[in-house]
C-alpha cells in the first residue's frame, strides 16, 4: 500500500522566506512524528502528534518554527523567516498507534531544504 | 526528555568480521529501544527493537542486547557483507517521544 508521502521533495528558497513542508502519513497512522537530518547528522526530534492530543513541541528549535496537523491526518511544518542553518533533510514518520514500541515508524522520503 | 548517545561515529570493518554498536539512554523509564539503518539516499528503516522486559533479540545476523541497569543496548552484526554498509541509528522511548542518537556510519571493506 501507499507508504508516507512528503512534498515537495526539494524547496531550494532565499534567506528570509516561509516555507510550508507537507506530509501524509499512513492511512490510519495516529501517531505523526518530524525529524531534521542535517548533512552527515543524525535524526533530530522536532516534533510529536498523536491523534487529537496536544502535539509534543519540545524538539522545535526556535519559534520560527511551527506544526500543524489537520484532521488527525496530513501535518504542514512550517519555518518562518528561514536562515541558512535550516537547511537540513525534513524527514516525517507516522505509526499505527500512540506506543512506537508495538507499531515500528515508517519514515517518507523527506523533504531537501536549502536556504540560499 | 530522553537523550541517546550512540558511539562510534564511524565504523570500518573487513567483509566476514563482526560490527558492534553501543548505544546509552538517559531516561530510566524508556522501555523500547529500535534500530534503524539508512543506506545513502534513503529512508531510514527499522532492522531490529528490543523491549525492556528481555535482554537480548536476534535475527539472522542482527542481534541486539539491552542493559537496564546500566541503561545501555548494543547491535551486533555478524559476517558483514558489503550491503551492509550504512548509516545505524538507534532510538529510545517510553513515555517520551522516540529520540535517536546521531548514527553510525559502517563501512563494510570488501
Known amino acids: 500500500g501507499a507508504g508516507v508521502s512528503q512534498s515537495p521533495s526539494n524547496k531550494v528558497t532565499e534567506k528570509g522566506k516561509d516555507v510550508e513542508l507537507r506530509c501524509d502519513p499512513i492511512?490510519?497512522?495516529?501517531?505523526l512524528y518530524w525529524y531534521r537530518q542535517s548533512l552527515g547528522q543524525g535524526l533530530e526530534f522536532l516534533i510529536y502528534?498523536?491523534?487529537?492530543?496536544?502535539?509534543?513541541k519540545s524538539g522545535l528549535p526556535s519559534d520560527r518554527f511551527s506544526a500543524e496537523r489537520t484532521g488527525g491526518s496530513v501535518s504542514t511544518l512550517t519555518i518562518q523567516r528561514t536562515q541558512q542553518e535550516d537547511s537540513a533533510v525534513y524527514l516525517c514518520a507516522s505509526s499505527v498507534n500512540r506506543d512506537p514500541g508495538n507499531s515500528p515508524l515508517h519514515f517518507g522520503n523527506g523533504t531537501r531544504l536549502t536556504v540560499t | 526528555g530522553e537523550n541517546v548517545e550512540q558511539h562510534p561515529s564511524t565504523l570500518s570493518v573487513q567483509e566476514g568480521d563482526s560490527a558492534v554498536i553501543k548505544c546509552t539512554y538517559s531516561?530510566?523509564?524508556?522501555?523500547?529501544f529500535p534500530w534503524y539503518k539508512q543506506e545513502l539516499g534513503k529512508r531510514p528503516q527499522l532492522i531490529i527493537d528490543i523491549r525492556s522486559n528481555v535482554g537480548e533479540k536476534k535475527d539472522q545476523r542482527i542481534a541486539v542486547t539491552l542493559n537496564k541497569t546500566a541503561k545501555h543496548f548494543s547491535l551486533h552484526i555478524t559476517e558483514t557483507q558489503p550491503e551492509d554498509s550504512a548509516v545505524y541509528f538507534c532510538g529510545g522511548s517510553g513515555n517520551t517521544p522516540l529520540v535517536f542518537g546521531k548514527g553510525t556510519r559502517l563501512s563494510v571493506i570488501a
Open positions: 502528534f498523536q491523534g487529537n492530543s496536544a502535539p509534543d
Open positions: 492511512s490510519g497512522h495516529t501517531a
Open positions: 531516561d530510566s523509564a524508556s522501555n523500547y
